[in-house]
Structure formats: structure tokens, C-alpha cells
């Protein structure tokens, strides 16, 4: 399995901005579908985006749709997480993912195999 470390995350008023990354090792992740998922207190681990590895498509929850992009530089073995416009439902737990089992669904936290131990994103309002 890979070795997934994210960083980036912290205290942010609504409205504005963090980028998380999340650095992988182990392996190049290059040709992986990698994904980021959150979990707030006292709910499920949800899912937030994914990126594919060819030819790059991504895919995200509507819950951020407009806000939060992914993307990776192959070449850093990392993948980021531009967050925007940020709101206080945003504060959880962020997570990285990778091992992407085949033919299962991008936004299930059960399609993964590999994740790190997550950083901590909290909006005040």
C-alpha cells in the first residue's frame, strides 16, 4: 500500500481559502485514481472530490461544486485540494485516499484501500 500524509489544513473565516495536499510515498501514484473525503463530528466519512488518473477527469460532490477543485502534479507524487469560499459545514476532518478498488463507485469510502490520517479544516463563522 501507499503512504498517504496530508497537510494544509486550519482555522479559516467563511469565505476564505485553504489548499490541502496530501503527499504520497511508497509508490508513484501517477497512475491512480486518488480521492479526498471528510468526516464532521458526530457523522459518516463523506465524500468531497476524486481525480482520475487518465485522463484526468474529476468528480465531486455537489456539496462543493464551484468551491473546492482537485488536482495533482504527478512529478510531487501529490495530490491537492483548493478549497474556496469556505463555510462553516465545510469544518471536518479531510482525508486523503488511494488504492482505488476497480469497478467500484468514486465516492464511496469503501472504494478505497489506502488513507492517511487526515488534517483538520475548522471555518468559524
Known amino acids: 500500500q501507499v503512504q498517504l500524509v496530508e497537510s494544509g489544513g486550519g482555522l479559516v473565516q467563511a469565505g476564505g481559502s485553504l489548499r490541502l495536499s496530501c503527499a504520497a510515498s511508497?509508490?508513484?501514484?501517477?497512475?491512480?485514481?486518488m480521492g479526498w473525503f471528510r468526516q464532521a463530528p458526530g457523522k459518516e466519512r463523506e465524500f468531497v472530490e476524486a481525480?482520475?488518473?487518465?485522463?484526468?477527469?474529476?468528480y465531486y460532490a455537489d456539496s462543493v461544486k464551484g468551491r473546492f477543485t482537485i488536482s495533482r502534479d504527478n512529478a510531487k507524487n501529490t495530490v491537492y485540494l483548493q478549497m474556496n469560499s469556505l463555510k462553516p459545514q465545510d469544518t471536518a476532518v479531510y482525508y486523503c485516499?488511494?488504492?482505488?478498488?476497480?469497478?467500484?463507485?468514486?465516492?464511496?469510502?469503501?472504494?478505497?484501500?489506502?488513507w492517511g490520517q487526515g488534517t483538520q479544516v475548522t471555518v468559524s463563522s
Open positions: 481525480i482520475r488518473w487518465s485522463p484526468g477527469s474529476t
Open positions: 485516499a488511494a488504492d482505488f478498488r476497480l469497478g467500484y463507485e468514486l465516492d464511496r469510502e469503501v472504494s478505497y484501500n489506502s
Open positions: 511508497g509508490r508513484t501514484i501517477s497512475y491512480h485514481t
